[in-house]
């Protein structure tokens, strides 16, 4: 690889900030009503500095040489945000928010933009100054790639079949005491290895934020959970088989990771700066394919608050010969990003090698999702029958087919009753009933229940039962 080079672009990928919770689930403790904590707000805040002095100070070695500002920045394609809006709530977006903040905070008080109107009267910009970044919202029923493993069931097929290993079960019995400690600090819920991601989190949470729980809590005790964790969800997330569909997370983000590093590499593309605000699986994935966290200890298992992954695209002093610099800093305790070898090479590869190395193994459509998943019914998976190449942001054109579906299936509906070849009565409205309800649903982000869950509280369950009763009711009179 060349000695002398120069940055002309990056990916980042990172991990929200601190949050807070309750906890409304009596057996799992999963989270709800998640926030963003003013901690992990200067967290993200902080990473976001670092970023700017390293790729938008003009004093930097690893300087991108655009001094726009960012609304000209992002008006260009130059600057790019994006923001999972799925199983945390706002936390990722609110972290993405705080991070663009760190890069381009409030402008010089004696800089704040003013305007004059015809009557003579000057308003300032509000807030200080504050700068508005546009950061892209992407929502996991609308777009797969960042969340690829919710109502995935080949997914969950391959997480219960690592819960009945021998492996993990000897897992869980090697560790039957230290589980059965946790009931005193977690209130007696259960307490097996399957759980354990939601009580560390639990812990953690506590002993950040309640100072007479972490002054009891005895040494080693969150450590240990911590351990645990990492070993529950790298086996449940990473394989070292880049086909595997435990690798789903990193493989459905693969495709965006691919694009962004081929726009910045091509001199004809504006991109020079691009962040993706995450969750912790998709990283934990990732670095699995990559063969980093399997060739350094340290990077097995959770990420940190905060953490954040690089990818540099560089090319030598000729602007030729375009490679990836792989740079990491694992939370707040990292002063600064620390290069890390790429397939038990070096941290440095090419972008050629780079990209057919992990291009195999990406999710570049829809269907290739569903087929993975072993689906045809959810996240839009019924529309890739009529479009095999829809790429994995089509999940809303999907739902727009199935609603204009519904369009025309009501246009018959009351052309039939116009022409009068269907009554309408208590039947008639029914119908209608059954065939408006599958609209009228709850299910989104990571509260989706998985394919083929159904509760008796659901509208389109209710409806169809009722209807279904009420024909049996007819045909028995």
Not at 348 to 375: A, H, N, R, Y
């Amino acid at each position: 690889m060349a000695t002398a080079s120069k940055v002309i672009g990056v990916l980042v990928l990172s991990l929200f900030g601190d949050r807070i919770a309750t906890y409304d689930d009596p057996t799992t403790y999963r989270m709800s009503s998640v926030n963003i904590t003013t901690l992990g707000q200067t967290q993200e805040y902080r990473l976001g500095q670092l970023l700017w002095q390293t790729y938008f100070n003009h004093t930097s070695l690893s300087y991108l040489g655009d001094p726009s500002p960012i609304s000209a920045l992002v008006a260009s394609g130059a600057v790019r945000f994006d923001a999972d809006m799925g199983g945390q709530g706002h936390v990722i977006y609110d972290s993405a928010v705080a991070l663009s903040q760190g890069m381009w905070p409030p402008v010089n008080i004696r800089d704040v933009p003013s305007i004059t109107l015809a009557n003579g009267s000057t308003i300032k910009s509000p807030l200080g100054g504050f700068r508005f970044t546009s950061i892209n919202q992407i929502h996991p029923w609308d777009d797969v790639s960042l969340e690829g493993w919710l109502e995935c069931p080949n997914f969950e097929t391959a997480m219960q079949s690592f819960y009945s290993s021998s492996g993990f079960r000897q897992v869980e019995k090697d560790n039957e005491e230290f589980l059965s400690s946790l009931s005193y600090w977690v209130g007696n819920r259960s307490t097996s290895l399957s759980d354990i991601k939601n009580l560390y989190d639990y812990l953690s949470i506590r002993y950040i934020h309640d100072a007479a729980f972490s002054s009891v809590l005895p040494s080693g005790v969150l450590n240990k959970a911590r351990q645990l964790a990492s070993y529950h969800e790298s086996g449940v997330y990473t394989s070292t088989d880049l086909n595997s569909t435990h690798n789903v997370p990193g493989r459905a983000l693969l495709p965006k990771i691919l694009n962004a590093i081929e726009g910045i590499a091509n001199k004809s593309n504006p991109l020079k700066f691009y962040s993706m605000s995450l969750s912790h699986q998709p990283l934990m994935s990732l670095l699995s394919m990559m063969g980093v966290s399997e060739s350094y200890a340290n990077l097995t298992g959770l990420f940190s608050q905060a953490g954040s992954i690089a990818l540099e695209v560089r090319t030598d002093n000729d602007g030729e010969n375009p490679f990836i610099q792989f740079l990491l800093k694992n939370g707040t305790s990292d002063p600064h990003y620390s290069g890390y070898a790429l397939f038990g090479g070096s941290p440095d590869i090419s972008v050629s090698k780079f990209e057919s190395m992990l291009q195999p193994f990406g999710l570049s459509t829809l269907s290739s999702w569903c087929g993975l998943c072993g689906t045809h019914i959810t996240r839009g998976c019924g529309s890739t029958r009529a479009s095999n190449n829809a790429d994995l942001s089509s999940v809303a054109a999907g739902l727009m087919g199935a609603g204009a579906t519904l369009f025309v299936a009501l246009m018959l509906v009351t052309l039939c009753v116009m022409v009068g070849l269907l009554k309408v009565g208590e039947w008639g409205k029914r119908l209608g009933a059954v065939i408006v309800a599958p609209m009228q649903h709850s299910r989104k982000g990571s509260n989706v229940k998985s394919g083929g869950e159904q509760s008796e509280n659901d509208d389109e369950v209710r409806l169809a039962r009722k209807w279904e009763d009420d024909q049996g009711n007819a045909s028995a009179g």
